[in-house]
Nanobody, 115 residues
Framework: QVQLVESGGGLVQPGGSLRLSCTAS????????MGWYRQAPGKQREVVAG???????NYADSVKGRFTISRDSARNTVYLQMNSLKPEDTAVYYC?????????WGQGTQVTVSS
């Protein structure tokens, strides 16, 4: 059974940092391209960053230079280091297959950026 479990969200002030984690089970993680997505209230879910099985990365323009995606295949985990957070980064963050989103969605982790 495929399962994605996101964690690491919370309330942070503008300019602060958070590190999100997503641990996968039931898939061959080492061969899986992975992505981070987010959905803000009243908005569609959008892709934030992606990392291929080989370690190549891509970022949405809105987070480029502030967010870093990485992976640890030994732990079946993908990370999202978020720095210089802005109020517009407030959203529920999810992980899934990068671009094709074919895995079952997890519960997500809430990130709130507010003073």
């Amino acid at each position: 059974q495929v399962q994605l479990v996101e964690s690491g969200g919370g309330l942070v002030q503008p300019g602060g940092s958070l590190r999100l984690s997503c641990t996968a089970s039931g898939i061959i993680f080492s061969t899986q391209n992975m992505g981070w997505y987010r959905q803000a209230p009243g908005k569609q879910r959008e892709v934030v960053a992606g990392i291929t099985s080989g370690g190549s990365t891509n970022y949405a323009d809105s987070v480029k230079g502030r967010f870093t995606i990485s992976r640890d295949s030994a732990r079946n985990t993908v990370y999202l280091q978020m720095n210089s957070l802005k109020p517009e980064d407030t959203a529920v963050y999810y992980c899934n297959d990068y671009l094709y989103e074919h895995l079952p969605w997890g519960q997500g982790t809430q990130v709130t950026v507010s003073s």
